[in-house]
């Protein structure tokens, strides 16, 4: 079965410093994986998507993250924070190999972005 | 703007009622998703369509059930309402299994 981990309930950073939310993932086939950002009172946006090739994917508002099968791990970053990104992040995962689109999220990371 | 639908965006109602949610997917995507968000579930995948079929199921109860049209849009019906059922409920929409976009949800409280 289909499974996300996000190990984190919350991530403090000051702005201007990197910040990682942690995901972890368990599929039984080839892995979809996404990251979506939540802000107060609205729907989910999408923020990156790794389907295949190059293990770092770039996204949105300056985001990026690390594929890793081995470690079954895909990490959300930013090189340098800012206070506007204080959100709900999720990582979510869909198995490729069913014939649906059955997508699991984790249960998000709360990121607190200090000035 | 999502391009994502929903109606009525808030919604009250009592137990053992039975409510429709309405939802709209983006111009082109033939894909729907249900989804339920609540404070202890998190965000739990309920049901995908795709143009017309259902295609994947995930937590929804035997009370619940949904479709999507000809024209795309999709509903979903909450039946017996209890009190745990109150959550907000969000729809998204894709083109077929990619990046999903999410309308601004439909509050249900049930009281």
């Known amino acids: 079965a289909q499974s996300v981990a996000q190990p984190e309930d919350q991530v403090n950073v000051a702005e201007g410093n990197p910040l990682t939310v942690k995901c972890t993932y368990s599929?039984?086939?080839?892995?979809?994986l996404f990251w979506y950002v939540q802000y107060p009172n609205r729907g989910l946006q999408f923020l990156l998507k790794?389907?295949?090739?190059?293990?770092l994917v770039k996204g949105s508002y300056g985001f990026e993250a690390e594929f890793n099968k081995s470690q079954t791990s895909f990490h959300l970053k930013k090189p340098s924070a800012l206070v506007s990104d204080s959100a709900l992040y999720f990582c979510?995962?869909?198995?490729?190999?069913?014939?649906?689109?059955?997508?699991?999220f984790g249960a998000g990371t709360r990121l607190f972005v200090k000035a | 703007d999502s391009g994502v639908t929903q109606t009525p965006k808030h919604l009250i109602t009592a137990t053992g009622q039975r409510v429709t949610l309405r939802c709209s997917p983006r111009?082109?995507?033939?894909?729907v998703y249900w989804y339920q968000q609540s404070l202890d579930q998190g965000l739990q995948f309920l049901i995908q369509?795709?143009?017309?079929?259902?295609?994947a199921k995930g937590n929804i109860l035997e009370r619940f059930s949904a479709q999507q049209f000809p024209d795309l849009h999709s509903e979903l019906n909450l039946s017996s309402l209890e009190l745990g059922d109150s959550a907000l409920y969000f729809c998204?929409?894709?083109?077929?299994?990619?990046?999903?976009?999410f309308g601004p949800g439909t509050r249900l409280t049930v009281l």
């Open positions: 599929v039984s086939g080839n892995p979809y």
């Open positions: 790794y389907i295949t090739g190059d293990n």
């Open positions: 979510a995962v869909r198995d490729s190999d069913t014939g649906g689109f059955k997508t699991i």
């Open positions: 111009s082109g995507d033939l894909s």
């Open positions: 369509y795709y143009n017309g079929e259902e295609r």
């Open positions: 998204a929409s894709s083109v077929y299994g990619d990046e999903q976009f």
